[in-house]
């Protein structure tokens, strides 16, 4: 996991060949005013705008996730945005089967922390990073990018 803000997005851009196309996306957009949805911006990235109700850590670590095909680039735009995070190596506690179609996995295991995202900041989720997200109060916006792996 790598949390930074979109100023030094560069330092990380040699980890994935995709990584320089998702977060010139993001330098060349007005991402605060992105609709809500999901699409295809090049071959093997996908940008998903959420906006919604922040939720309570009870709530959110029902989704306790991970994905063995994407890298997560997860951007707060309107925050503070809460996130839950375990190492995968650590969860011994399945929710059920993996999904290939929605490349999910979750687990009941309890998080091993807690961090937080400010406006203009990002959390980079690789498929050891189980996480669960959306925890805050009030109105939540954020902007995924799935890179295919």
Not at 6 to 12: D, E, F, P, V
Not at 73 to 90: C, D, L, M, V, Y
Request: charged share 30%; net charge negative; aromatic share 12%.
């Amino acid at each position: 996991m790598i949390i930074d803000s979109l100023n030094n997005a560069a330092k990380y851009y040699s980890l994935h060949p995709n990584f320089k196309k998702a977060f010139d996306y993001v330098n060349e957009n007005d991402i605060s005013n992105l609709p809500e949805g999901a699409f295809e911006i090049a071959e093997g990235l996908k940008v998903i705008v959420i906006v919604g109700e922040g939720s309570s850590k009870e709530e959110s670590i029902k989704g306790f996730e991970c994905h063995d095909k994407n890298i997560d680039i997860q951007i707060s735009i309107k925050g503070p945005e809460t996130f839950a995070w375990k190492p995968r190596e650590n969860c011994t506690s399945p929710n059920g089967e993996y999904s290939d179609e929605k490349d999910v996995r979750f687990f009941y295991d309890a998080p091993d922390m807690f961090f937080q995202l400010q406006e203009k900041q990002f959390a980079i989720l690789f498929p050891e990073d189980v996480h669960a997200a959306m925890i805050g109060d009030g109105i939540l916006k954020k902007i995924v990018i799935k890179v295919k792996i």
